[in-house]
């Protein structure tokens, strides 16, 4: 089993930035993968991006494009740089891991664990 811990969110104002982490560990396999998404109030959950954790290959959902950049390190604690913060960016956002297999994915169910979340609020 592999345990998710989000850190770094709050609250800033429309333009700004924030930097998103999370920490993985337990039984982390050769195959592995994580991702981050977002859920704002009374919306379902969305994909903003996903990494392959050999070779770093990353995907993007639409909202993200341009504007945030996911990243790990050597130690299993994966990042998500937001820019340029909208207010519609205002949700919490879960960190996702994928065990097993290394295959990006953008859908709830291709991720096996999540964290607890971690509030981000856009001011305008």
């Known amino acids: 089993q592999v345990q998710l811990v989000e850190s770094g969110g709050g609250l800033v104002q429309a333009g700004g930035s924030l930097r998103l982490s999370c920490a993985a560990s337990?039984?982390?396999?050769?195959?592995?993968?994580m991702g981050w998404f977002r859920q704002a109030p009374g919306k379902e959950r969305e994909f903003v991006a996903a990494?392959?954790?050999?070779?770093?290959?990353k995907i993007y959902g639409d909202s993200a494009k341009g504007r945030f950049t996911m990243s790990r390190d050597a130690d299993y604690t994966v990042h998500l740089q937001m820019n340029s913060l909208k207010p519609e960016d205002t949700a919490v956002y879960y960190c996702?891991?994928?065990?097993?297999?290394?295959?990006?994915?953008?859908?709830?169910?291709?991720?096996?664990?999540w964290g607890q979340g971690t509030q981000v609020a856009v001011s305008s």
């Open positions: 996702a891991a994928r065990v097993g297999s290394s295959r990006l994915g953008d859908q709830v169910s291709d991720y096996t664990s």
């Open positions: 337990g039984r982390i396999l050769t195959r592995f993968a």
């Open positions: 990494l392959r954790w050999s070779g770093q290959q």
